[in-house]
């Protein structure tokens, strides 16, 4: 019953203005690794969910905005499509919830447990650098949607092995196959994110 | 609804109900008029609020979408209870007359009607037309409902589904669903974030802040250039936003107040996208 109130999720929320926008910030940087040491006492739920929901309507709005762009270059009829918002939702909030969820269980099994809220924080904060890259995605150029998804793709990527690799390390000699697993599942969401909104088909619609 | 035609009466309760109508035809006599708004300071759950934080967070209202108070009987009922014991329930129920307004039982439906479309009218004037120099913005809306947020989160999903050419049906559940979701996780947001705001008021101030929404997107169900949409809900939009910052601003941490209001301009502005790219 007490996980039903406001007052338990509370603790989560703690953070600042000035907090919420230096673990962007720290976001950005993938390098520096020290991501998870700074939010090690007051990882917050904030920045996860609202990072999430600002880059579903990013997504949605600015893919929609290249087909319409396609469309209308090409003299063709464009309808909205309402299910670019809805699966985009799905996409995102089922990727920052279950692929946390998952590395706790392999992590426990491993055991090097992390907190759960840790994981949730970091990989939400890591899916920060897609917004940017959506926006940067109205270019029509298909060579350049390409190149500034990787990029993003392995910038987030590599910000979450890194910060997670002082703690994989202590696993034994399966760390490098976790590490590899989550650096390719961030890749994959990073070609989803592409090939659902940013690859046109003018025609098929 | 009168309860001494269908129940056979205690003996007891007939001098009990002779002695509350002797006291509403007293009452009637000096208040002919139905004041616009319900008498607030009889409404229990709705405190006054003259410092910026004066709330304990966790208080969790009723909604009470109708202008007579249920509540109100309790203090009344406790007064005239000490008479008969039995019939404690009706005199309850009936005492809320004492309260309010006489005889909202068995007035016309106009005038019921006319009572809930009043506050709804004042207190869209409170929200969205604002006095930006009055002394207390937490004290607008003291009479919340939730009858104007539901016309006009209904009005706007039913425009943009006439204005959408397929998909209909799923277009009108997307927007009730983000609207009426994005509203509550505001609030939510709010509450977490520790500031000090009640949760079906602000429920109501989120939705009668959509208003300026509403009457962009019926502007723009009715104008097709594309130009003069974006120019509509881009105006209707600041509207919006500049109506529901006050409110939202006063009830947070100044240090938080970026966290708090980000993401109500967040859902305007996605609303705002929905309405133009509805074709």
């Given at each position: 019953m007490q996980s039903f109130t406001v007052g338990a999720y509370k603790p989560y929320f703690d953070v600042d203005t000035a907090d919420v926008v230096e673990r962007i910030r720290d976001s950005l940087f993938p390098f520096k690794g020290n991501f998870t040491e700074k939010t090690a006492d007051n990882p917050d739920l904030?920045?996860?969910f609202w990072i999430c929901t600002t880059l579903i309507f990013v997504a949605a709005a600015i893919g929609t905005f290249v087909t319409y762009v396609a469309h209308k270059l090409q003299k063709k009829e464009w309808d909205y499509d309402i299910n670019l918002v809805t699966w985009s939702a799905g996409l995102f909030y089922g990727y920052v919830t279950f692929v946390p969820l998952g590395l706790y269980i392999i992590l426990k099994y491993f055991s090097v447990p992390s907190g759960?809220?840790?994981?949730?924080?970091?990989?939400?904060?890591?899916?920060?650098?897609?917004?940017?890259?959506?926006?940067?995605?109205?270019?029509?150029?298909?060579?350049?949607?390409?190149?500034?998804?990787?990029?993003?793709?392995?910038?987030s990527a590599t910000f979450v092995a890194l910060n997670l690799r002082s703690h994989i390390k202590s696993a034994g000699e399966r760390w490098f196959l976790i590490v590899a697993g989550i650096f390719l599942l961030q890749l994959a969401l990073a070609v989803v994110l592409k090939l659902y909104f940013f690859t046109i088909t003018v025609g098929t619609k | 609804m009168s309860y001494g035609d269908t129940i056979p009466l205690h003996p007891s309760s007939q001098s009990d109900i002779d002695e509350i109508e002797n006291l509403i035809n007293a009452g009637a006599h000096s208040a002919t008029v139905l004041p616009a708004r319900a008498p607030s300071p009889s409404r229990a759950s709705i405190p006054v609020s003259h410092s910026p934080f004066p709330l304990p967070p966790y208080q969790k209202m009723p909604p009470s979408s109708s202008p007579t108070p249920v509540v109100s009987s309790v203090p009344a009922a406790a007064?005239?209870?000490?008479?008969?014991?039995?019939?404690?329930?009706?005199?309850?129920?009936?005492?809320?007359?004492l309260e309010s307004p006489p005889d909202t039982l068995t007035e016309p439906v106009f005038d019921t009607v006319k009572r809930d479309l009043t506050r709804i009218v004042s207190n869209l004037k409170l929200v969205v037309f604002p006095n930006p120099y009055r002394e207390d913005p937490g004290r607008a809306l003291r009479d919340w409902d939730l009858w104007g947020p539901f016309f006009f989160i209904v009005f706007l999903g039913l425009t943009l589904s006439w204005s959408a050419s397929v998909k209909k049906s799923e277009v009108f559940a997307v927007a009730f669903a983000i609207l009426a979701a994005g509203?509550?996780?505001?609030?939510?947001?709010?509450?977490?974030?520790?500031?000090?705001?009640?949760?079906?008021?602000?429920?109501?101030?989120?939705?009668?802040?959509?208003?300026?929404?509403?009457v962009g997107a019926l502007v723009c169900m009715l104008e097709g250039n594309v130009i003069i949409k974006i120019v509509v809900v881009s105006m209707t939009l600041a509207w919006s936003c500049w109506a529901a910052y006050p409110f939202i601003s006063t009830a947070v941490n100044p240090r938080r107040k970026a966290l708090a209001l980000y993401p109500v301009f967040l859902m305007y502005i996605s609303v705002g996208f929905f309405i133009i790219a509805i074709d």
């Open positions: 904030y920045g996860p759960l809220v840790q994981l949730w924080c970091l990989y939400g904060y890591s899916l920060f650098i897609f917004i940017p890259a959506s926006c940067l995605s109205i270019v029509a150029v298909e060579i350049f949607r390409w190149v500034i998804v990787g990029v993003a793709g392995s910038m | 007064a005239t209870t000490t008479t008969a014991p039995g019939g404690s329930s009706r005199i309850g129920i009936s005492t809320d007359a509203a509550i996780i505001l609030t939510l947001n709010v509450l977490l974030l520790g500031g000090h705001i009640i949760f079906f008021q602000s429920l109501s101030l989120l939705g009668y802040c959509l208003f300026p929404l509403a």
